[in-house]
T-cell receptor, first 116, second 114 residues
Framework: GAGVSQTPSNKVTEKGKYVELRCDPI?????LYWYRQSLGQGPEFLIY????????DSGLPNDRFFAVRPEGSVSTLKIQRTERGDSAVYLC??????????????FGPGTRLLVL | AQSVSQHNHHVILSEAASLELGCNYS??????LFWYVQYPGQHLQLLLK??????LVKGIKGFEAEFIKSKFSFNLRKPSVQWSDTAEYFC????????????FGAGTRLFVKA
């Protein structure tokens, strides 16, 4: 079946603007993760959803970042008052219902965000 | 706090050479360990993972990794690399209890010369 998809693939915005990044997980996957990857770094955990609820949002850097998953499928990462330091690739991953963190995460292609 | 250290940022090998990429993690509890790979132009994908049992884990494409608990290490190996192994490799760890927050290393870029 289809893999994880993310839209848009690229987003250019101006400092101070609001952006939304969308993730469509693999059908049937109840777990969804958001990561941020800066140049030369590995993915940095932002938030994890189990179903509709955020089970762990400890990676969100500040209150400008927020994510939702209202129906337990598609998720939206929202960034308010964007700053140049928010420029990065935002990755989404999904997995089957988690046991003890052992499930394979399937990654999407990412959204490349550039804040001017 | 958990952390993952990958020793080499860039590795260049000739085809048929042996590969070993170092990974050390910092965490006091029981962990799950992963290696992910990103081929040029493709998504991150799982190479192999370790939870328990035999500390020598075999993955796809002839890769294997060995968990050495006393050294907090999970090094990736391949006896003979191919040009198609050119990619970026990421080591990752999460805690066995409530292990949803996966921590990734900074990655190692491998270039294999044909």
């Amino acid at each position: 079946g289809a893999g994880v998809s993310q839209t848009p693939s690229n987003k250019v915005t101006e400092k101070g603007k609001y952006v939304e990044l969308r993730c469509d997980p693999i059908s049937g996957h109840t777990a969804l993760y958001w990561y941020r990857q800066s140049l030369g770094q590995g993915p940095e955990f932002l938030i994890y959803f189990q179903g509709t609820g955020a089970a762990d949002d400890s990676g969100l850097p500040n209150d400008r970042f927020f994510a939702v998953r209202p129906e337990g499928s598609v998720s939206t990462l929202k960034i308010q008052r964007t700053e140049r330091g928010d420029s990065a690739v935002y990755l989404c991953a999904s997995s089957l219902q988690p046991g003890q963190g052992q499930e394979t995460q399937y990654f999407g292609p990412g959204t490349r965000l550039l804040v001017l | 706090a958990q952390s993952v250290s990958q020793h080499n940022h860039h590795v260049i090998l000739s085809e048929a050479a042996s590969l070993e990429l170092g990974c050390n993690y910092s965490y006091g509890g029981t962990v799950n360990l992963f290696w992910y790979v990103q081929y040029p132009g493709q998504h991150l994908q799982l190479l192999l993972k370790y939870f328990s049992g035999d500390p020598l884990v075999k993955g796809i494409k002839g890769f294997e990794a060995e968990f050495i608990k006393s050294k907090f290490s999970f090094n990736l190996r391949k006896p003979s690399v191919q040009w198609s192994d050119t990619a970026e490799y990421f080591c990752a760890v999460n805690a066995r209890t409530g292990g949803f927050k996966t921590i990734f290393g900074a990655g190692t870029r491998l270039f294999v010369k044909a």
